[in-house]
């Protein structure tokens, strides 16, 4: 199964819901395509759903980081929500859980940009 | 097929060329989690030489033959002595040091883009070996361990 995107609005903060694998090729670029709108059309708030995606390869902790950095570089914030164990497990090695701002109930990580 | 090599203790379970896509890297991939749930690993074993498997495909297929068509990737799995999961990836590409790669840990490379593979293969495998084979490529050798882990 490869990424599916489903985005939606809670109040200002936009979530992205991610499911499926995030690897080379059509789920990392899907992705970076998804960030990439949402921050050409100003949206600064954007809260990643992880709860569903299953696997992520390096190439798709490389688009969270070049998600994190673009959504930085125009003033906005990017986190994370719902990481699997696995998910977690890798950016834990990777040394990036601390870089991101990683939470594990909706609400609260969406009142956490106010 | 499998073989044996009774002399050495090593059975072949894998022995394949690929063509320089990203459909042979799944396809690596599937198989040789065929061949890992076959030698006994669980659930949280596979998943780690998959993610190995995963990354030294993606570098054999993309930086090491730069999908060039022309170019193969021989991967090749054995056991050796009922205790050791080896599998070995050979691409024909130009090389690299392995020296020369950058540290993803280190505190000006967390947030690069790219430049985790190496390492993830490292730490999600018992052993790693990365070799120049002559005349050109780069082959490198995954090692887990059978059995239970202390």
């Known amino acids: ?114 | 097929m499998a073989t044996e090599k009774g002399a050495t203790g090593a059975k072949d379970v894998l022995d394949r060329h690929y063509p320089s896509t990203l459909e042979s890297v799944d396809q690596a991939e599937s198989e040789i989690l065929n061949a890992a749930g076959e030698a006994g690993f669980d659930e949280d074993d596979q998943h780690r030489i998959g993610m190995a498997v995963r990354e030294c495909m993606v570098n054999a297929v993309v930086h090491g033959n730069r999908y060039n068509r022309n170019k193969q990737v021989h991967v090749a799995v054995l056991i050796e002595d009922a205790a050791r999961f080896i599998i070995r990836i050979t691409d024909q590409g130009e090389g690299f040091e392995v020296h020369e790669v950058p540290d993803p840990l280190h505190d000006q490379n967390l947030l690069r883009h790219s430049g985790r593979g190496l390492f993830l293969m490292g730490a999600f495998m018992d052993d790693m070996k990365v070799r120049k084979v002559p005349p050109a490529g780069t082959e490198v050798t995954l090692v887990k361990n059978i059995g239970p882990h202390e």
């Open chain 1, 1 to 114: 199964m490869s990424v599916k995107l489903n985005t939606r609005q809670v109040g200002d903060v936009t979530v992205i819901d991610v499911s499926g694998r995030i690897t080379l090729g059509e789920g990392s670029s899907a992705l970076r395509d998804a960030l990439r709108e949402l921050t050409a059309k100003g949206n600064k708030k954007i809260l990643l759903n992880l709860g569903d995606v299953s696997y992520i390869d390096s190439s798709g902790i490389g688009e969270l980081v070049s998600g994190f950095t673009t959504v930085a570089n125009q003033g906005g914030t990017l986190k994370l929500l719902s990481l699997t164990k696995r998910v977690k497990d890798l950016l834990q090695i990777t040394k990036l859980y601390t870089v991101f701002d990683v939470h594990e109930d909706e609400a609260h990580a969406v009142r956490s940009f106010a």
